[in-house]
């Protein structure tokens, strides 16, 4: 009995049109980078296991996908894992090449990611990140450029955005406040679920890590804290007065939106100060984006890491990046019909295939049009007129170039607009122009 064909839960196959509209994220993702003068690299699928491990925390540990060791010399090897995000082998890439760079050191990468999480809406266990990030500066301009490149690429993209800002100081100085300065990372990992489960399910998962509930009356009212960004600063400068990092973080913050609010940024930005990231690398600001117009978790993450590179030899170098979820993306560009209509088709023109003198009039046709950048295919075999339109129309093809007897006797071939019905005979010298017009 045959094998029915599968692929692992939490992955899938993209189709010709499904990748079509990926590249056009790539695409638009790519050119915003390099408008900002960052440049590509790209590291291995898998790292050393000491690599990877102890940088997300203990929930990120459990979702590391390992991988088992084989060859004559498997039991002397290193453990090794699929790359979690690509922060970290980022990091692991500058201290190994820190000789061949230049600082700052600005770089874009593309490259799909793995996590054993639990698969379902928006969340794959092998997914593609586009992270943009510098390396050496501890400057705020570097943050309000993340700003900027989100707003941009998303503004071309016709996508409405909230960007929510935080920053670590400051939940460093809340966990110091309310007098639990040691539990932190516990702090971090409750309120970065938020969204997801909710305030009361936090007051619990808070209480359930021994924290006391004087310490969660303090932070319970920050996380729903509202008003403009001046007055949610003005009582958080009351409310950590006696902490020297809360204040840091505050003062942080202000700089970096007062740079926002002269960059004419035209998605909105909010200070959200339930936002935590719940990786343990983040130490300064850290950001999250979310689809105003569709249901879905966050499309980008990112945030100040002020020692990362320390872990691997290179301590105080100082790096902010920012990371764009492929998949996520496509997902809110699909569900909100905003991938361009002409995207899915893979070629402009298909000529007709009548037969051997046609075709052979048609090959030096369709060269001439795919040197001058417009894509086109002969159809392949000679048969029915009805299945060749088929074909097209199925394709996504808007025309059809028609080319019969006549049309070789005369020159010419008959231009059809399948979304029109429109058809006339175009002269083949004159058919480049036809189409760009």
Not at 27 to 42: A, L, N, P, T
Not at 213 to 225: G, R, S
Not at 352 to 379: H, K
Request: aromatic share 8%; glycine share 10%.
């Amino acid at each position: 009995m045959a094998q029915k064909p599968s692929i692992p839960k939490g992955t899938r196959d993209f189709g010709p049109s499904e990748m079509v509209g990926r590249n056009y994220i790539f695409q638009i993702v790519k050119s915003v980078f390099r408008k900002y003068g960052y440049q590509c690299i790209e590291t291995p699928s898998l790292e050393n296991l000491g690599t990877l491990l102890g940088k997300y925390g203990e929930e990120g540990d459990k979702l590391l996908f390992r991988i088992q060791n084989s060859g004559e010399k498997a039991a002397l090897a290193p453990e090794k894992g699929l790359r979690y995000d690509l922060t970290v082998p980022f990091a692991r890439f500058v201290v190994q090449h820190q000789n061949e760079i230049s600082f700052p050191f600005k770089r874009y990468q593309i490259q799909p990611v793995w996590r054993a999480d639990r698969p379902q809406k928006g969340r794959y266990r092998e997914f593609y990140q586009c992270d943009v990030d510098v390396i050496g500066s501890k400057s705020l301009l570097n943050e309000l450029e993340l700003v900027q490149i989100v707003d941009d690429v998303f503004g071309q993209m016709g996508v409405r955005v909230c960007i929510k800002i935080n920053n670590r100081k400051i939940l460093a100085g809340l966990a110091e406040v309310s007098g639990q300065p040691d539990k932190l990372v516990d702090i971090t990992v409750a309120i970065d679920k938020i969204d997801k489960i909710g305030l009361d399910a936090v007051k619990q998962e808070l209480f359930e890590k021994g924290l006391t509930e004087a310490a969660v009356a303090v932070i319970e009212p920050v996380l729903t804290l509202s008003g403009t960004t001046e007055e949610k600063l003005a009582r958080m400068r009351e409310l950590l007065a006696g902490s020297e990092v809360g204040m840091k973080g505050l003062d942080e913050i202000g700089t970096l939106f007062s740079l926002i609010a002269g960059a004419g940024i035209s998605q909105p930005v909010e200070l959200d100060l339930s936002l935590a990231r719940g990786l343990n690398y983040y130490t300064g600001a850290i950001f999250e984006v979310k689809a105003l117009d569709f249901a879905i978790g966050s499309i980008c993450g990112g945030g100040r890491y002020d020692d990362l590179t320390g872990i691997f030899g290179l301590p105080g170098m100082s790096g902010v990046g920012i990371s764009f979820g492929a998949d996520r993306i496509y997902d809110v560009l699909s569900g909100l019909n905003l991938f361009p209509q002409d995207a899915a088709s893979a070629a402009t023109v298909l000529f007709t295939n009548m037969g051997e003198r046609e075709v052979a009039y048609t090959i030096p046709v369709a060269a001439g049009l795919r040197a001058a950048g417009i894509s086109c295919e002969i159809y392949p075999d000679n048969t029915k007129l009805k299945k060749q339109f088929e074909y097209a129309d199925r394709k996504g093809i808007p025309y059809l170039a028609i080319v019969g007897d006549q049309e070789v006797a005369d020159s010419t071939v008959m231009l059809k607009n399948l979304a029109s019905g429109e058809q006339r005979p175009v002269p083949k010298d004159a058919l480049i122009d036809a189409l760009k017009q």
